[in-house]
């Protein structure tokens, strides 16, 4: 098993910038990809950006040349690095990790993201 818990949101300024991180824990040698994912009020949940086991990235467009997603394997923790925010992109944003050979995924509990215009 493995638990995510995310931290870092709050309330920023459009154009601000924010930091989530995200720390793994349990069976964390298991994991394959990770993920940032948002939901807004009303709204689908959606997927931000996702990082595989060897780093390689891929970015909704909404959030291309804006946010960086990067993993640290040796401490288990997965970032978001927010910059140039929009008021559209206020969310309870989620951690996700898989076990791709066992077929599991887990979710982190979200934290909030409010943009202020």
């Known amino acids: 098993q493995v638990q995510v818990v995310e931290s870092g949101g709050g309330l920023v300024q459009a154009g601000g910038s924010v930091r989530l991180s995200c720390a793994a824990s349990?069976?964390?040698?298991?994991?394959?990809?990770m993920a940032w994912y948002r939901q807004a009020p009303g709204k689908e949940r959606e997927l931000v950006a996702r990082?595989?086991?060897?780093?390689?990235?891929n970015y909704a467009d909404s959030v291309k040349g804006r946010f960086t997603i990067s993993r640290d394997n040796a401490k288990n923790t997965l970032l978001l690095q927010m910059n140039r925010l929009k008021p559209e992109d206020t969310a309870v944003y989620y951690c996700?990790?898989?076990?791709?050979?066992?077929?599991?995924?887990?979710w982190g509990q979200g934290t909030q993201v409010t943009v202020s215009s």
């Open positions: 990082i595989g086991s060897g780093g390689s990235t």
């Open positions: 996700w990790a898989d076990e791709f050979a066992f077929g599991y995924d887990f």
């Open positions: 349990g069976s964390t040698s298991s994991i394959d990809n």
